[in-house]
């Protein structure tokens, strides 16, 4: 079975553009959560969409938004990007939105110039 | 607020050897999970093993076990008899149980080194 899969893997963007990052879960989980890593710390959560509903939600400015879809991917959008927006965004999915491991993706490397 | 304290940045350990790597946390929710992911120098994270706060015994997975103090709030992970392919970055993690909006929060991680 496929695992988490995101696209894509690396993306170079400037300041003020905005960014879509893509998330397919493993089959059959119903929940994907988005963190951001910088580089030497561990991962900050973003969002957590289960059944398409938004279930949690990280301290980030407005300006990043997600949604989910029907068959469970998942994007996250940033909008007036940041250098600060440097970093790994995993993509991880679960069966549900409880306490459940979470399998993650390879993540997008997102450098911003 | 939920807080994950991870006080080694870096750790070595010789092949073969036992390791604790220390995880200590803040929460006030009565129920929440634990875990502990390892990611290598390629990125991805990986889930090494879970441990529920009214689990009694301390969780085990092969050679990883977890040593759950909740009077101390700890919960360290254990790696016995060291590979070289453990040479990796380790998180702890805990998410609340109960009730609420569900916020996963990451320790910032500690580096082991695994020497032949």
């Known amino acids: 079975d496929a695992g988490v899969t995101q696209s894509p893997t690396h993306l170079i963007k400037t300041r003020g553009q905005h960014v879509t990052l893509r998330c397919s879960p493993i089959?059959?989980?119903?929940?994907v959560s988005w963190y951001q890593q910088v580089l030497g710390q561990g991962p900050q959560f973003i969002f957590q969409?289960?059944?398409?509903?938004?279930?949690g939600r990280g301290n980030f400015p407005d300006r990043f938004s997600a949604r989910q879809f029907p068959n469970y991917s998942s994007e996250l959008n940033v909008n007036a990007l940041l250098l600060g927006d440097s970093a790994l965004y995993l993509c991880?999915?679960?069966?549900?939105?409880?306490?459940?491991?979470?399998?993650f993706g390879d993540g997008t490397r997102l450098s911003i110039l | 607020a939920q807080k994950i304290t991870q006080t080694q940045p870096g750790m070595f350990v010789q092949e073969k050897e036992a390791v604790t790597l220390d995880c200590t946390y803040d929460?006030?929710?009565?129920?929440?999970?634990l875990f502990w992911y390892k990611q290598p120098s390629s990125g991805e994270m990986i889930f090494l093993i879970y441990?529920?706060?009214?689990?009694?015994q301390n969780a085990t997975e092969g050679r990883y076990s977890l040593n759950f103090q909740k009077a101390r709030k700890s919960a360290n992970l254990v790696i016995s008899a060291s590979q070289l392919g453990d040479s990796a970055m380790y998180f702890c993690?805990?998410?609340?149980?109960?009730?609420?909006?569900?916020?996963?929060?990451f320790g910032r991680g500690t580096s082991l080194i695994v020497h032949p």
């Open positions: 991880a999915s679960s069966l549900y939105s409880s306490n459940q491991p979470q399998h």
């Open positions: 089959s059959g989980h119903k929940s």
């Open positions: 969409y289960y059944e398409k509903e938004e279930r």
């Open positions: 929460t006030s929710d009565p129920s929440y999970g």
């Open positions: 441990q529920g706060s009214y689990d009694q």
């Open positions: 993690a805990m998410t609340p149980s109960s009730g609420g909006s569900y916020i996963p929060t």
